[in-house]
């Protein structure tokens, strides 16, 4: 009985594609007829109201056969679980299961739609502005500018357009959330897929060249049978490298270099921040660092009122659209002010204001997060506060090392 439901699925999924490739629509404003048909058909289509995720994922665990009729695509970057319900040359018609799932501010190498299923998600846009001429190794200068938020809930549909011209990042609230995708297939439209770092950087992990990868093995290996040339080697390297490269080997490097003694990491940290981009480099790790530490957090948080601020504070640059976000997230009783208070509270000191938002986006912050908890007024650095905070030290229990301090907004 459950291996027919996924049968089922597979027939409607089906179905669904042939009304796609029926649909006589030519291109929407972003050039792409996939996304404006995928909108369509995740709207019209019955495909949708049939997907009970438990009741598929049931299927999935007790099906023999669930390998070779859902083609399951394990392990994924995408999703928690991948189900591929269709596929062609021309599209594919996927269920994607979100526990977490990625927080990261990205583009897509695919045109195409999604469907809510079910949960909901904290979904924002932005624009990049790159500088001209810049791209090395996959990296490119720039930045990014926050536009738009939302959020989405079951039903919603929202289109997927290949390249910058649709840069989003979705964070999930729920656990877990579920979306019904239609993609043309990845790379026709658009050949790289971006993420967006550090509010400054534009990178394409793809375009990672070997050459750099051999430079970080040969520095991971010199520091093991030869530590003393370790640091004299990395600072040779960063002052050759372009913006790229360096961006790479930086990263690549950053748990050696959070080991070394701090008089050797202010050494290069120092070396760095003299540099062309330098400065721009450092802050972009900084701020990387922490939206790590935030996003592991987030995995082991089970209330959905801090998950949603938690979600405020990494994705949603403009401070304006919080209180119309809380009343779409559904703030209207007294109940629900306070538990919204309390999740303030208990993240209000977190360092990653610091690290995320710049300075006067901070003070923003500070004014509204202060009318909303009645937090006192006071002059004291917001830094000074948040060190000395029960609340930071449980995020960051180990210190942020010395290397990017300096790079500090
Ligand atoms: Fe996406």
């Not at 996927?94 to 977490?100: A, E, K, R």
């Not at 995020?395 to 010395?402: A, K, N, Q, T, Y």
């Amino acid at each position: 009985m459950r291996g027919d439901l996924l049968e089922q699925l597979q027939g409607q999924a089906l179905d669904m594609a042939n009304h796609i490739a029926r649909y006589p629509l030519g291109p929407d404003r972003h050039g792409s007829s996939i996304a404006n048909r995928a909108v369509l058909a995740l709207r019209e289509h019955p495909l949708a109201s049939m997907i009970d995720p438990v009741a598929v994922l049931a299927a999935l665990a007790a099906d023999p056969e669930a390998e070779r009729k859902m083609a399951v695509q394990t392990p994924s970057k995408f999703a928690d679980c991948q189900l591929v319900l269709f596929s062609d040359s021309t599209i594919s018609i996927q269920l994607l299961v979100w526990m977490n799932g990625t927080t990261s501010i990205h583009d897509h190498n695919f045109n195409g739609a999604f469907r809510m299923i079910t949960g909901r998600s904290l979904h924002c846009s932005y624009d990049f502005h790159a500088r001209p001429g810049d791209a090395t190794c996959g990296v490119a200068a720039g930045r990014l500018e926050f536009v738009d938020s939302e959020i989405i809930g079951e039903g919603d549909v929202r289109p997927i357009h290949a390249g910058q011209s649709f840069i989003h990042a979705a964070f999930h609230l729920d656990e877990p959330s579920v979306t019904l995708l239609v993609a043309s297939p990845v790379g026709v439209e658009s050949s790289g897929q971006n993420e967006y770092r550090g509010g400054r950087l534009s990178v394409d992990e793809s375009a990672l060249p070997l050459i750099v990868a051999r430079q970080v093995q040969a520095l991971h290996i010199l520091h093991k049978i030869e530590p003393e040339a370790f640091l004299p080697r990395l600072i040779e390297c960063m002052a050759s490298a372009d913006l790229g490269r360096k961006y790479w080997i930086l990263r690549a490097m950053d748990r050696i270099v959070s080991r070394l003694p701090s008089a050797d990491q202010n050494r290069l940290h120092d070396q760095i921040s003299r540099q062309h981009d330098g400065p721009l480099l450092l802050d972009v790790l900084f701020r990387e660092k922490l939206t790590y530490r935030i996003v592991s957090l987030r995995e082991t948080i089970r209330d959905p009122i801090t998950r949603f601020v938690l979600g405020l504070f990494v994705n949603v640059r403009n401070p304006a659209q919080w209180p119309s976000l809380f009343q779409q997230y559904g703030a209207r009783s007294i109940a629900d002010a306070s538990a919204y208070s309390q999740a303030l509270d208990r993240i209000f000191d977190a360092t990653f204001w610091t690290g995320i938002f710049a300075a006067d986006e901070v003070s923003q912050l500070r004014e509204f997060l202060r009318g909303l908890t009645g937090m006192p007024e006071g002059d004291v650095h917001i830094s000074a506060i948040l060190r000395d905070n029960a609340v930071y030290q449980t995020l960051f229990p180990e210190p942020v090392h010395s290397l990017y301090e300096g790079a500090e907004p």
